[in-house]
């Protein structure tokens, strides 16, 4: 039993390292959201530079916070709701410490329970800005 | 001690998707290997499109087989060296169905006991290609 459990242990380990590894080596910038808290769980390098803070920065943070004129219920709704959304699966919003115009595709899933949500960034061209802007 | 057992369980589960779900996030093309074995574990739907072939096909299969004229202790060892070379930390290497030609970039790493391999695709445009070609 002990065995059993300290092999359950290291498996998740691995899956954990796993996880960061390939999260850090794609240079697609990814925000890994708990929606119910509206918080940054993990978010890669790619997403940092985005967004202007240093990861260790960001990571815990109120996704919200990373935002102009956002507030947190507000925000992690209009999240779900572009999840969910066919047509325009997305929302577009400034970036507080970077300046940029940021395209945010949002997909739910579940892990273990628990709903969590990937976050992929999109830098917006300064000519298709409009259109989506939800602020 | 069950209880215990579940949540570890339930927390491993949990690792696993999250690592599935930024993998396929990732538009960047990432093959992860067993470098032991030479065998690609997982890899996303972009690495599979320069492949050439269908994910399911290539999972679990020899990496050496993807690419032509390689042999498999040969190239994951090249691989290896590739991953420990700071001055050219990549090989290139011919794509056996796709035939495209591409740069791998891998990258070591220790995933509770084992090794793992990450490795990054780019392809190489005709320009770029000699160099570091290895075959």
């Keep these: 039993e002990q065995i059993a459990r300290e092999r359950d242990q290291e498996r998740a380990r691995g ?4 996880y960061r590894v390939v999260l850090e080596a794609s240079e697609t910038p990814i925000l890994v959201i708990d929606p119910e808290a509206g918080r940054i769980e ?4 790619a997403a940092a530079l985005l967004l202007g803070a240093r990861r260790d920065a960001l990571q815990g943070s109120a996704v919200a916070q990373a935002f ?3 507030r947190r219920g507000e925000f992690t709704e209009a999240l779900r709701r572009a999840a969910a959304d066919k047509d325009a699966p997305h929302l577009e919003a400034l970036a507080r410490r970077s300046g940029r115009a940021l395209r945010l595709v949002p997909e739910l ?3 273990s329970g628990d709903m969590a949500m990937l976050v992929r960034l999109q830098p ?3 000519e298709e800005r409009g259109g989506s802007e939800l602020s």
């Design 109 to 111: 899933f579940r892990a």
């Design 124 to 126: 917006v061209a300064d």
């Design 42 to 45: 993990d978010l890669n390098g």
């Design 68 to 70: 102009e004129g956002r």
């Design 15 to 18: 899956r954990e390292t796993r």
